[in-house]
């Protein structure tokens, strides 16, 4: 069965240090997201991608990035991790064709910490 | 710009009760709907969507939501709970079929049921 994943589930880091959080789906779907889920805010777009080589900025980019090489992995970097990236990161995809209903799937999701 | 608003950030209700979660949105687009569900330290799963036609949309699991173009809402319902139907709950709003494909999520709704 397709699906996506994402690794590491858990992750504990340091301030400043650079953290990278994969995502990969094999459904092979066009549009892939990244979001952080934090209390009282639901979910908020970082970046996104809608093929191989596209990326563009959500609504909370800023110290994010990501790059997109296939179609199967969009991984998300922290440059220089900062407390405030502490949250839950959920990676996403949908199809992205002409006439789809752009329905997301989601992955389980990677909680990070930054001490 | 699109928004969603869900009125209630938890809803507590005994076992077999109705319940209902809202959800407001805003756009000067046509629309695709959605509810999603998130069980505890889990992804979010998709629960129901409205795309076009009938403006009643139903769940496997019961639970059915109405697209109410001149109210701009999309309210969440089920006519008996379960225990098993604790979670967080997360409408979202897409811009239609020529859209961009991304998701506005509200805040949540936590449903709390009681026994």
């Known amino acids: 069965d397709a699906e996506i994943t994402q690794s590491p589930r858990h992750k504990i880091t340091e301030t400043g240090r650079q953290v990278t959080l994969a995502c990969h789906q094999t459904?092979?779907?066009?549009?892939m997201f990244w979001y952080r889920q934090d209390l009282g805010h639901g979910l908020r777009l970082i970046h996104y991608s809608y093929g191989v080589q596209d990326t563009n900025k959500g609504e909370v980019s800023d110290g994010y990035s990501v790059s997109r090489s296939n179609t199967e992995d969009l991984p998300l970097t922290l440059e220089s991790a900062a407390s405030s990236q502490t949250s839950v990161y959920f990676c996403?995809?949908?199809?992205?064709?002409?006439?789809?209903?752009?329905?997301?799937?989601f992955g389980p999701g990677t909680r990070l910490t930054v001490t | 710009a699109q928004s969603v608003t869900q009125l209630d950030s938890q809803v507590p209700v005994f076992e077999e009760a109705p319940v209902e979660l809202r959800c407001n949105y805003s756009?000067?687009?046509?629309?695709?709907l959605f509810w999603y569900v998130q069980y505890p330290n889990q992804g979010l799963q998709l629960l129901l969507k409205y795309l076009s036609g009938s403006t009643l949309v139903e769940s496997i699991n019961g639970f059915e939501a109405e697209f109410n173009k001149s109210q701009t809402s999309f309210h969440l319902r089920k006519p008996s709970v379960h225990i098993s139907d604790t979670a967080e709950y997360f409408c979202?709003?897409?811009?239609?079929?020529?859209?961009?494909?991304?998701?506005?999520f509200g805040q949540g709704t936590t449903l709390q049921v009681k026994p």
């Open positions: 979202a709003v897409s811009d239609g079929p020529r859209g961009t494909g991304k998701l506005i």
């Open positions: 996403a995809s949908s199809e992205g064709q002409a006439g789809s209903s752009y329905e997301q799937y």
């Open positions: 459904w092979n779907h066009n549009n």
């Open positions: 756009s000067s687009v046509s629309v695709y």
